[in-house]
């Protein structure tokens, strides 16, 4: 700023200095020269340096110096002719100068200027041009860096197919340095396929121009295989000779290698398709098989080649094959990309010879492009049904049995407990699951339970194992133990499975069974005992001179011998009817004729005692066993006469049933006709004046050996087994056999029979 | 002096033939008792030198008499010998706990009878 200001006021500066200077030299030079020439020159050097304007400053100042100073003639502020004459020549010719050095002085500034502008253009020119320069050279850089080190492989061959150019890439896949192939023919570095392939290749590139996606086997430096695929073109010169090739070469070994994973997979895909067990089937849109693998092809029992392009339904058996194809229709239309067959029920399948088997089957969605693949994969599950179907039947059999079945850990944890478990211990599954074994256990038992714990980890079962084991509420009950081994699929023992048969009937049964052979044996013992006795003080000759005495013991020996065998026949025929050996044949009977015959029998019996025997006869038909039913009645009548006192009387009838409360007491008025009655039964009675059956035996007499009195089977000559061999008689007749009594007035036995259909309607 | 011994037994046959095989062959004087408790009243009363008591008996049976007969001062000291038609292990076992001298059983050999008796009366002939 201060510089411009400078600029612009040093002129008018220099024009009032060179005046000033021009009016000292005037007036020291006054005698010897013309004080106007200094002035002149004053004004050509301000104009000169500063410009018209200065110029004109110089001449104006330079006028007024003239005109106050240099001419004293003239008075101060008057202008006379003269010297206004010579002062205006004067302006006229500074102003001239002023003009002529001031217009000098621009043109010269001009100059500088355009001067200065055209080095200015040609400083730029110059830049742009070392720019432009520069550009260039980097661009050839960047292009010779761009063909070296690009990633994939530059040559170009000759007419002879020697190498002419090659970049360092591909030199670096090669391991060779430029030298060492340049000029050498690329065929050299190739294996032997393909050299052949470029040797036909070679001749027809260089007359077509250019070849695309050739591949070749490049042999490297150190041997190794470089696989690359080549694409180039041909340069020709103006009169269309062959200049060179432009190759570009990519490394496609990476593309090989994935390739190849890719089939090996595929390949092992279709392997594993082929090593699974499960069908595998494919079908395409119209359900026509498109794939069917060797799983299926056992599954089927159809191969793959049978199947392929047939519609699915020739797998699924006819009744079900419309909701099949629905099913795959509806499911390859929806959403679902899979889904587990069979919910509403199962799926089956028809193999090649029509047999049928269930199946378990996934359905899946694949969208292959347009194409929308449904795979199945389908099981044949006939195996495990199988085994489901005899687990059911095990566990139904668990469940039905009437032993206790139950299973419990090594550690005697109990994990299973059927129905008789409940019903034998007490308690519920849900209570006794899950407790220890010893809640069952007597504690005096627990170390045999220990013990046979350590029996079933070796691999050992105990069988029929007879012990006690407490119940729920507390008390005791005798169980047959059977103990097993449970083992795993892999055949590692994880239990034991325990079977408690009760054995408290068994045992009852066995006592029973005991005390009988007890009892019989002492009853055949007895007279055994008088018999043995009597005959051997008669052999003995004891009694030779005492002939009474023999003939009493001949007697005991003769009336012994008669009870045992009363004895062994009622035991025989009792076993008998017990075992069922001894089937009567029932047949339709008369009732009258029946107790005719007995009575016949009894008679004289009765007579020995002095009783009087009445029979109320009724005739009606009853299905009997008239053996077995006189037996009955005999034996009835034999324990009426033997409990009553001389003198008594003994009465025998028949009744219908409905009349069970009319009381029998005499002969009069009770005989009836049995068509008059539409019943099925038919009810005998013997009754007595006798002593009576106290009120707690009228049910155990008829027990065997139950006599009401012990002595009553040796005073009397009973067995003990009469009424037991009746009752038997009468429940083989769908009779009923009971007594009652009154102590001191006498008994009555009842029996029903059934009677024959005809009649009782 | 020969020997009294009471037979005390439920069938009246088979007393009759015991009674024949101690009198005749073991010369001693037989009392008989057909029941439990007319035989602890005899053995009371007549005051026998030795019992043969039958086991199996209506009413008061074998056992209770011996017990009783055993209880009692008077019939204390009286040796006696069971018998018996109940002849299995067991029975014999309990029996030889009551402190009999012997026990006979049923049938018995009537020629070998009174000797056994004797011997188990530790009577001497």
Redesign the interface.
């Known amino acids: 700023m201060g510089d411009t200001i400078y600029r612009q006021v040093m002129p008018y500066g220099v024009a009032a200095a060179s005046t000033a200077i021009a009016l000292l030299l005037s007036l020291w030079l006054e005698p010897f020269s013309s004080e106007v020439a200094l002035f002149y020159l004053a004004i050509a050097l301000t104009a000169s340096y500063g410009g018209i304007y200065p110029g004109f400053l110089t001449l104006v100042l330079s006028s007024l110096a003239l005109y106050y100073v240099l001419i004293p003639s003239v008075p101060r502020f008057a202008v006379d002719a003269n010297s206004g004459m010579e002062l205006a020549v004067f302006a006229l010719v500074g102003g001239l100068i002023a003009l002529l050095n001031g217009n000098l002085q621009a043109s010269k500034y001009r100059a500088e200027q355009l001067e200065l502008q055209l080095q200015e253009m040609n400083q730029s020119l110059e830049k742009q041009v070392q720019s432009r320069t520069d550009d260039l050279k980097y661009g050839a850089d960047e292009i010779q860096d761009l063909y070296e080190n690009a990633p994939c492989g530059y040559h170009s061959l000759d007419n002879e197919g020697r190498i002419v150019r090659i970049n360092d890439t591909e030199l670096r896949w090669l391991g060779y340095e430029r030298s060492e192939l340049l000029g050498r023919p690329f065929a050299q570095l190739l294996t032997p396929q393909s050299v052949q392939r470029f040797q036909e290749c070679f001749p027809r590139f260089k007359k077509t121009g250019f070849v695309n996606d050739l591949e070749f086997e490049i042999i490297c430096k150190d041997e190794s295989l470089l696989l690359v695929n080549l694409n180039s073109t041909a340069i020709y010169d103006e009169s269309g000779q062959y200049v060179m090739s432009r190759s570009t070469l990519f490394d496609i070994r990476d593309r090989k290698r994935a390739e190849a994973a890719l089939t090996a997979s595929q390949a092992r895909f279709a392997g594993i398709l082929d090593i699974a067990n499960d069908a595998i089937i494919s079908i395409d849109a119209q359900q026509n098989i498109t794939l069917f693998n060797k799983g299926a092809e056992k599954v089927f029992g159809y191969s793959a080649t049978e199947v392929m392009g047939q519609p699915l339904t020739l797998l699924l058996p006819k009744r079900s094959s419309n909701v099949h194809q629905r099913y795959v229709s509806e499911f390859a239309q929806s959403t679902e990309i899979a889904r587990q067959m069979g919910e509403r029920g199962e799926i089956s399948g028809r193999r090649k010879d029509g047999s049928e088997f269930p199946a378990e089957a996934s359905i899946s969605r694949l969208e292959l492009g347009d194409e929308r693949v449904v795979t199945a994969i389908l099981r044949d599950i006939s195996d495990r049904k199988q085994a489901e179907a005899a687990q059911a039947r095990l566990a139904a059999i668990v469940a039905s049995s009437q032993d206790a079945i139950i299973s419990k850990t090594l550690e005697g944890v109990i994990v299973s407990w059927n129905a008789s478990a409940e019903n034998l211990f007490g308690y519920s599954a849900a209570e006794a699951i899950g407790q220890p074994i010893a809640i069952l256990i007597p504690p005096d038992q627990l170390h045999v339970e220990t013990r046979f714990l350590s029996l079933i980890r070796q691999g050992e079962s105990i069988q029929q194992y007879e012990t006690v084991r407490r119940r729920k509420d507390g008390t005791f009950v005798d169980i047959s133990l059977t103990l097993s081994p449970v083992r795993d699929a892999k055949g590692t023992i994880v239990g034991a499975s325990k079977i408690a048969r009760d054995i408290t009937e068994q045992r009852t049964l066995d006592r029973m069974k005991n005390e009988f052979i007890?009892i019989v044996?002492?009853e055949l013992?007895?007279p055994?005992?008088?018999?043995?006795?009597?005959l051997?003080?008669i052999l003995?000759g004891?009694?030779d001179k005492k002939p009474e005495?023999k003939h009493?013991?001949i007697e005991?020996a003769a009336?012994?011998s008669n009870r045992l065998v009363r004895l062994v026949n009622d035991i025989l025929d009792l076993q008998r009817l017990e075992s069922g050996q001894m089937k009567l044949a029932l047949e339709a009977c008369d009732t009258a004729a029946l107790m005719q015959q007995s009575a016949d029998a009894m008679r004289a019996y009765a007579e020995e005692h002095q009783l009087q025997l009445i029979v109320i006869p009724l005739s009606v038909s009853v299905w009997a066993a008239p053996d077995a039913i006189i037996q009955t009645l005999t034996n009835l009548l034999s324990n009426a006469i033997k409990f009553s006192q001389p003198g008594g009387k003994i009465w025998l009838s028949v009744d219908l049933e409905d009349r069970a409360e009319q009381p029998v007491d005499n002969a009069s008025g009770l005989t009836k006709k049995a068509a008059d009655c539409p019943l099925t039964r038919v009810r005998f009675a013997i009754t007595d004046q006798g002593r009576g059956i106290p009120s707690d035996k009228l049910e155990t007499v008829f027990e065997r050996f139950q006599q009401v009195?012990?002595?009553d089977s040796?005073d009397k000559g009973g067995t003990g087994l009469g009424l037991a061999i009746c009752q038997k008689i009468i429940e083989q007749h769908n009779g009923r056999i009971w007594v009652e009594s009154a102590l001191g007035e006498g008994s009555t036995f009842y029996f029903t029979l059934p009677i024959v259909e005809e009649q009782a309607g | 002096m020969s020997k009294r011994i009471l037979v005390i037994d439920?069938?009246?046959?088979?007393l009759?033939?015991?009674q024949?095989?101690l009198e005749?062959?073991g010369e001693m004087e037989v009392l008989t008792a057909e029941s439990g408790l007319a035989g602890l009243q005899m053995a009371q009363t007549k005051r026998p030198d030795g019992i043969l008591l039958d086991v199996?008996?209506?009413?008061m049976d074998g056992l209770e008499v011996l017990r009783r007969l055993q209880d009692h001062e008077t019939t204390r000291s009286i040796p006696i010998v069971l018998l018996t038609?109940?002849?299995?292990p067991e029975d014999r076992a309990k029996f030889a706990k009551t402190g009999v001298a012997g026990v006979i059983l049923?049938?018995?050999?009537?020629?070998a009878?009174a000797d056994q008796v004797a011997e188990a009366l530790g009577w001497k002939r």
């Open positions: 007890s044996s002492h013992r007895t055994l005992t008088a018999i043995r006795g009597s051997g003080l003995r004891v009694y005495k009493r013991m005991i009336q012994e009195d012990a002595s040796r | 439920d069938e009246s046959l088979i009759e033939v015991i024949g095989c005749e062959l199996s008996m209506p009413g038609a109940r002849v299995q049923k049938p018995f050999d009537p020629i009878l």
